[in-house]
């Protein structure tokens, strides 16, 4: 009994202790990745003593590597992706941000030969209009991504990188918050983006992303201009196909000569004819032959070059047109239960929090919270329970009693 005593002390010991190496040991992989990376530095223009000087108590926060493998661009019915993006609301502010900085983005879109339209877009889309930064500190959301989980070879460059644009003054420290990847400011650039084209569009000497209008739409404006924007040519436009269409010949990359689409009886949604010429398209099926079908040309891939997502560069492109009085989509999304606004998000969190939900701040950003609660009250109602907020719940809620 007493070795069995002694053999299960021992084990429990062990397990103890390695329990508590566990907890201990992220900070200790930090602290040499830490290391590595200081003596990296100097390499990338930043010296020891600033690596030192900024990194002073820097500590990693380990749940950023729960975002790592996620990315609404990919995981989100696109209808609901654009629901959210592409809005009534974000268009009305739209057009009051083109009218506010109308000077700024005329200099801006004339210096860089770039449609103004696209830049308010990517700034709509990207921060809301300056409304929605991130909050987390870039240094330890690189700084933890560059020493745990996947591609930590892009992260540490990132690091070192936001390292440097800290060092040269561009932005204070406490000033450089955003994304849990690391992008940041009006129009969410990634450190080595700013690096490579952050401009100063305000004259003061600083590029600052994070705090000048003018220095975001400006370097916005040089980002499209440096992807090889072509002024006066569409990013595309919406088409039909006829029945029976070969979807095969689809995709982004596989452009083709307009006449070969007309030929094959593709005709624009608006009902004006596709122009007669050689100009090459694709064809892209964002949900399918059923839903919406664009031809996408040159200008459609510089926006895919900001964030690599179609649905993303689809997002950008229709919301420019929209500011330019465009309509939208002719053909619906195949799906019967629509995606909600963020006027509607916030209606629907409304209802939820009547009935009792702690939902926290009414924003129209469908976090965990919100998310708990919607698949509570599907299950209730017999729906498909996937947290996700559609037209079919809202309008059950909107009938429905408040009582739980």
């Not at 592409?86 to 900085?101: F, H, N, T």
């Not at 003061?204 to 040519?233: C, I, Y």
């Amino acid at each position: 009994m007493k070795t069995f005593c002694r053999t299960l002390s021992l084990s429990l010991a062990l397990v103890t202790g390695a329990a508590a190496a566990q907890q201990v040991l992220p900070d200790e992989r930090f602290a040499s990745c830490m290391a590595t990376l200081r003596a990296d530095a100097p390499a990338k223009g930043v010296s020891t003593v600033s690596f030192n000087r900024l990194t002073s108590g820097l500590l990693p926060d380990m749940t950023v590597l729960e975002f790592l493998d996620y990315q609404p661009e990919f995981r989100t019915p696109i209808w609901d992706y654009l629901a959210s993006l592409v809005d009534e609301e974000r268009v009305a502010d739209g057009l009051a941000m083109r009218e506010k900085w109308a000077t700024t983005l005329t200099a801006a879109a004339e210096r860089y030969q770039v449609d103004a339209d696209t830049v308010v877009a990517v700034w709509g889309v990207e921060s809301n209009f300056g409304r929605n930064f991130g909050k987390r500190p870039l240094l330890t959301s690189l700084g933890t991504l560059s020493c745990f989980g996947r591609r930590q070879a892009y992260f540490r460059g990132e690091f070192l990188s936001a390292l440097k644009i800290l060092d040269a003054g561009d932005i204070a420290p406490e000033r450089l918050v955003g994304s849990w990847a690391g992008a940041f400011g009006h129009t969410q650039f990634m450190p080595s983006t700013f690096l490579r084209l952050a401009v100063d569009g305000d004259g003061d000497g600083r590029r600052d992303l994070m705090d000048s209008v003018p220095d975001a739409l400006a370097s916005t404006a040089n980002f499209l201009h440096k992807a090889g924007w072509r002024q006066g040519e569409p990013w595309g436009y919406e088409v039909v196909l006829p029945a029976g269409f070969d979807t095969s010949v689809s995709g982004r990359g596989d452009k083709r000569p307009l006449s070969q689409w007309t030929v094959r009886g593709v005709r624009r949604a608006d009902g004006q004819p596709i122009a007669a010429s050689d100009a090459r398209a694709g064809l892209l099926l964002p949900a399918g032959p059923r839903g919406p079908a664009f031809l996408v040309f040159r200008n459609f891939d510089v926006i895919y070059g900001y964030n690599a997502a179609e649905s993303y560069a689809l997002a950008i492109a229709h919301l420019a047109d929209r500011l330019k009085g465009g309509k939208p989509f002719v053909t619906p999304w195949p799906t019967d239960d629509a995606g909600l606004s963020r006027s509607e998000r916030r209606e629907l969190q409304t209802l939820l929090a009547a009935r009792g939900y702690a939902i926290g701040e009414i924003d129209g950003m469908i976090g965990a919270n919100s998310r708990q609660a919607i698949q509570s009250e599907q299950k209730r109602l017999g729906m498909a329970v996937d947290g996700r907020p559609g037209q079919k719940l809202l309008t059950t809620l909107r009938a429905a009693p408040t009582s739980r």
